[in-house]
């Protein structure tokens, strides 16, 4: 059986008009002259309304309209095709159709003038899903926030000889958590008061889900009354069992106000700051071992201990503080140094918003986490 | 960081030309000026930079902060200047870069000899008797559509050699892609740009200046380009028979023309 010759241009037709995409062959300038039934019927305009008459980017939402200007037309220009931009298409009713569009420019020669051919698709359905994915990651970093911030809530512990404070600023630029954290807490009845401030590995839900249990464990192995480098070492233990954890940085301290023992052991994580009065403020580089777990529990932590006098201040902090961007981390730990003597005098509250408004707003790509404490100097 | 490396600037042309300083707008980079600079580089100083966060320019300079108004942007037109030591400078901007010229322009007049505006706007939102062109709620469409082009960015904007038959000296170029950015500061960029109301900083330059106004433009419309002829105390007025708002891409031989006839007046 032998098929009419215009049987074939018949099809080649009616694949144009009927075929499973819009389409819109425009001039240049956008200037439509020619559209498929496709795309009247997907968003009911006429195609005697829009040829020669209507523009390609009249058709989309205003926002999209500024897209097409700005992005898609320079792309189109200069690369001679674009491909799968999400639009939205304005229908005759006024309603929107979420589309995803190609193009190809044709450059226009003596013969015959340049044109764009545009083939668009309904994606509504995958816009949906779309937006659901956008909402779930953002649901995600909610959670996240939300769970870090149920954790590093609570009351500090106070008392006369006492001075606490704390501030705790998440990272500005992505959404998701960060992994530094503090905790301050009574070891026994007002007498000896415990202080961590650690940055777990990661972001996100995981990271905050890590530190909530770092937290915990800490909690829980000093109830058992161990020295800080013992208890480091139960920590590692607990972290290489139970793969938590590892490679986070930790400072936990033991500070009795009775004596002003200030018992601490770092793990991976830099020095607290000491401020005794009338003297320059010094790091505290003793009691130094590797981060958590970062070679498996070998009970090697060490720890040190410090007297201090009465009104001398005490600050813990994560890296985030001292290192940046603009600033290496010598510099950064000498400015803290300076800043924390030329505001000795002033409440540890104040002390710490000093210590936060010289670190630019955004040179901190990192967490900033920093606990001062201070004992109340003698009457 | 020095401002060649922070801003990516490409220069070509005579050093002791006159320095023409191109700037890109919104949306893509440097590459928007490919078709237009090459007509003036026998004789000028030609500048091209990124803006900071867009092509190649260092996004680890970016700042959230420093980029809050038009005015950082226009520092690192100034700074450019400076580190570069231009002087007497011919400035051409492209679209919201129009407006950091004038930015730039108004704070050190001494340092331009001419400014180039091409489909400037000084506010895109109506107000009152203002028509710019666009409403509040265009403007959350716009940060929309950039968020909804954010899952396909990597695939949308990567490099496509394909169409460009015609000038295959491109092929190499395009492994960058011109448009790419990451979206945040993408849609940091758009709010900044089609929020800003620059309306009262046109009276304040005097320095001779081009507005270059394209037909049916739907960011800048005419009656914008003809407000900022306006108030300009010192500019003239060409209206281009190209449409859309790239005459630089769209039609480079009459933007060309315009600003040869402009810097020999």
């Not at chain 2, 091209?48 to 037109?77: C, T």
Request: glycine share 8%.
């Amino acid at each position: 059986m032998s098929r009419e010759p215009d049987s074939l241009e018949n099809t080649g037709e009616d694949l144009f008009e009927d075929a499973p995409c819009g389409h819109v062959s425009t001039r240049l300038d956008g200037t439509i002259v020619r559209i498929n039934r496709t795309f009247e019927e997907w968003t009911g305009l006429a195609r005697e309304e829009l040829m020669e008459a209507r523009r390609f980017q009249d058709l989309l939402s205003p926002g999209g309209r500024i897209y097409y200007e700005t992005h898609y037309a320079p792309l189109l220009h200069m690369q001679g095709s674009v491909r799968a931009v999400a639009v939205e298409i304005v229908r005759a009713d006024g309603s929107r159709m979420p589309a995803l569009i190609n193009s190809t420019l044709r450059r226009g020669d003596a013969e015959r003038p340049g044109e764009v051919w545009t083939s668009v698709f309904d994606a509504t359905d995958r816009r949906g899903y779309e937006d659901e994915l956008l909402r779930a990651s953002k649901r995600e970093q909610e959670v996240g926030r939300r769970l870090q911030r149920s954790m590093l809530s609570g009351a500090l512990p106070s008392a006369s000889e006492l001075e606490l404070d704390v501030v705790y600023r998440p990272a500005e630029k992505g959404m998701e958590v960060g992994g530094d954290w503090f905790d301050a807490f009574w070891i026994d009845d007002g007498g000896t008061i415990a202080l961590v401030v650690g940055d777990v590995v990661g972001h996100g839900i995981d990271a905050a889900a890590t530190m909530g249990q770092v937290r915990s464990a800490i909690r829980a192995l000093v109830s058992t009354g161990l020295t800080p480098a013992a208890l480091l070492e139960r920590l590692d233990e607990y972290a290489w069992r139970h793969q938590v954890g590892k490679m986070s940085t930790i400072v936990f301290a033991e500070l009795s106000l009775g004596t002003g023992a200030f018992r601490f052991a770092c793990a991976g994580h830099p020095p607290p700051l000491l401020a005794f009065p009338g003297q320059e403020p010094r790091f505290a580089w003793g009691g130094r071992s590797a981060p958590l777990d970062a070679y498996g529990f070998d009970g090697s932590r060490s720890e040190a201990v410090e007297s201090l006098p009465q009104g001398s201040t005490v600050l813990l902090y994560t890296d985030g503080l001292v290192e940046h961007r603009a600033q290496r981390l010598d510099d950064g730990m000498e400015r803290m140094r300076s800043v924390v003597a030329a505001h000795h005098s002033k409440t540890v509250s104040t002390l710490l918003s000093r210590l936060m408004r010289d670190v630019p707003d955004a040179e901190h790509g990192d967490d900033i986490c920093a606990l001062a404490v201070r004992l109340a100097p003698a009457d | 960081m020095g401002v060649r490396t922070r801003n990516h600037v490409v220069e070509h042309g005579p050093q002791d030309g006159q320095p023409m300083l191109f700037a890109h707008g919104f949306g893509c980079d440097q590459t928007m000026w490919r078709y237009v600079w090459p007509a003036f580089a026998e004789d000028h100083r030609v500048v091209l930079f990124d803006h900071v966060g867009f092509g190649n320019s260092d996004h680890s300079a970016w700042d959230p902060h420093r980029y809050a108004s038009l005015e950082g942007y226009a520092e690192d037109i100034l700074e450019i200047c400076r580190q570069l030591d231009l002087g007497d400078v011919v400035f051409v901007g492209h679209s919201v870069s129009s407006m950091i010229g004038v930015l730039a322009a108004a704070a050190e007049p001494e340092r331009f000899a001419r400014l180039v505006l091409v489909g400037p706007s000084p506010r895109y939102i109506d107000d009152e008797d203002y028509v710019g062109g666009f409403t509040r709620d265009d403007i959350d469409g716009l940060l929309q559509s950039l968020e909804s082009n954010y899952l396909g960015w990597s695939s949308t904007m990567a490099p496509m050699i394909m169409g460009n038959e015609n000038r295959p000296e491109l092929s190499e170029e395009l492994t960058n892609s011109f448009c790419r950015t990451d979206p945040e500061i993408a849609a940091h960029f758009a709010r900044v740009t089609f929020l800003s109301d620059n309306r009262d900083d046109l009276s304040r330059v005097a320095t001779p200046s081009l507005v270059l106004q394209c037909a049916e433009d739907a960011i800048a419309p005419e009656a914008v380009g003809a407000y900022v002829h306006d108030r300009l105390p010192n500019s003239s007025y060409v209206a281009l028979n190209a449409t859309g708002h790239c005459p630089n891409l769209s039609a480079p031989d009459e933007t060309v023309a315009s600003i040869e006839a402009f810097l020999a007046e």
